[in-house]
């Protein structure tokens, strides 16, 4: 289902790093800026998403906060998490049923599932999958741009994203390069992910270290 990869992967792209020159701090959001020579437009990907591309891969640390909803009939189901990002490493806090989790990846790419609660972790099978800030980027080439318009008070570029036969919408922050919203329409009904109160910077290195005294059970890999 593209809701989870294209969400957590296309989204993760919303990211925040040392910033572009000449950008206006906004609401939430925290810039530095750094001068780098901008990189050339890839074969098949619009100049538009190519130029945002490029900021997002400017973007190394950042913290911001994700509201995914989804709606299956009369069913209405809403979450909220807070993500950390340092490079290759990401944290991911929100609660379930009452639990909070928080789900680590360290530098190594090795993935932990932490129940602060009872000091516990399980050790998942490293993934593929990046939550680096500009992992959206790596689609560029299948979107489309499809207009402009102020989303949340930021200006955004407005995108169709196909990836594996399903396709959904995407908006992107015009200074940072970085998603405010994502939209997809799956078979159970509409997914919807927010991006707000992005804080771009060095991120706390403890926030991607499991805490002393945590038993950790490793789950086997499945052949």
Known sequence: MMSAALILTVLSGCGDKKTETGTPAQSGTQVQTQTQAPTPTPTGVDSKIAELA?????????????????????????????????DKKSRIEMELMGVKMITIVNAQGDVYMYNPTDKT???????????????????????????????????????????????????????????VRFEQTISEG?????????????QPDSLFEIPAGTKITTMPTTP
């Open 121 to 179: 972790a399980t050790k998942m099978p490293s993934s593929n999958a990046s939550d680096a800030p500009d992992a959206w980027t790596g689609d560029a080439s299948k979107m489309k741009v499809v207009g402009e318009e102020n989303k949340d008070g930021f200006d955004c570029l407005v995108a169709t994203v196909t990836k594996e036969g399903e396709s959904g919408k995407i908006w992107l922050r015009k200074d940072i390069g970085m998603p």
């Open 190 to 202: 509409p997914v919807v992910a927010e991006f707000k109160n992005y804080q771009i910077g060095p």
């Open 54 to 86: 490029n900021k997002a891969g400017q973007i190394k640390g950042m913290s911001f906060d994700m509201v995914m909803s989804s709606s299956s009939g009369n069913n209405k189901m809403s979450t909220t998490s807070k993500m950390y990002v340092s």
